[in-house]
């Protein structure tokens, strides 16, 4: 089970740090990825962090701004935005993969961020 947390709106240029907290697998075993949507589009991802080195990747819309963390203690994933911008608003959700494998098999139920003045 994932469950993601730290959603709101905020002004633009705000920041806000979602989290997402895991049970019921073994955490350290699992990529985590974040994705994000917005109704009448595709999903979008937007960062991952690995299980074993904690490699990270960030879609190129987020980089410089975003940045996924994870705390194997606390089965946790992070993600802190900063400058955020209007076009930023979705819903996000963290969904979990094991190791390297290409399919994420555990979803959250979303959160929903909303970037607007």
């Known amino acids: 089970q994932l469950v993601e947390s730290g959603g709101g709106l905020v002004q633009p240029g705000g920041s806000l740090r979602l989290s997402c907290a895991a049970s019921g697998f073994t955490f350290d075993r699992y990529t985590i990825g974040w994705f994000r949507q917005v109704p009448g589009k595709e999903r979008e991802g937007v960062a991952c962090i690995s299980n074993s080195d904690g490699y990270t990747d960030y879609t190129s819309s987020v980089k410089g701004r975003f940045t996924i963390s994870r705390d194997n203690a606390k089965n946790t994933v992070f993600l802190q935005m900063n400058a955020l911008k209007p076009e930023d608003t979705a819903v996000y959700y963290c969904?979990?993969?094991?190791?390297?494998?290409?399919?994420?098999?555990?979803w959250g139920q979303g959160t929903q961020v909303t970037v607007s003045s």
């Open positions: 969904a979990a993969r094991l190791g390297d494998s290409s399919h994420y098999t555990f």
